[in-house]
């Protein structure tokens, strides 16, 4: 008697259980970017590197895609949106096309490197300036 209510309590577990992972139809995004082997991430979890063969299944609503992964963010802006990131709406059994433009990438990545070597003068030149002055005092 018992080992047949718990049969019949699986059972009825099984035919109630949702049969999908999806409650509906999911979205899908495809990713495409002008450079090979770019990270794709998609709500800051990687999901693969340029070119995706397949479109990626997401529920309905809001997803952020973007190639910089969430740990380089700056912390005070972490929970918000940063400039590379596209904050995009999937619509249920919809297919939603995205181009990620890695060139505006390399130029800001020239732009800081431009920053860093600039201020790497300015304080060279400060602390050589601040020298002569020692030097003038003491002399």
């Known amino acids: 008697m018992f080992k047949k209510s718990i049969i019949l309590f699986l059972l009825l577990k099984f035919l109630l259980a949702q049969s999908s992972i999806f409650q509906t139809d999911p979205g899908y995004i495809k990713i495409s970017s002008d450079t090979t082997m770019v990270p794709i991430y998609v709500n800051g979890v990687l999901v693969g590197h340029t070119p ?4 990626i299944p997401v529920l309905q609503g809001t997803h952020e895609v973007s190639h910089q992964p969430p740990s380089i963010r700056d912390p005070f802006i972490q929970y918000g949106k940063i400039k590379d990131m596209r904050q995009i709406y999937v619509f249920s059994g919809d297919t939603l096309n995205v181009f990620i433009n890695t060139g505006l990438l390399e130029k800001s990545l020239e732009n800081v490197k431009k920053e860093y070597r600039n201020t790497n003068y300015i304080g060279i030149g400060l ?13």
């Open 52 to 55: 995706l063969d397949k479109p």
């Open 127 to 139: 602390s050589f300036i601040f020298l002569i002055q020692l030097w003038l005092l003491t002399g």
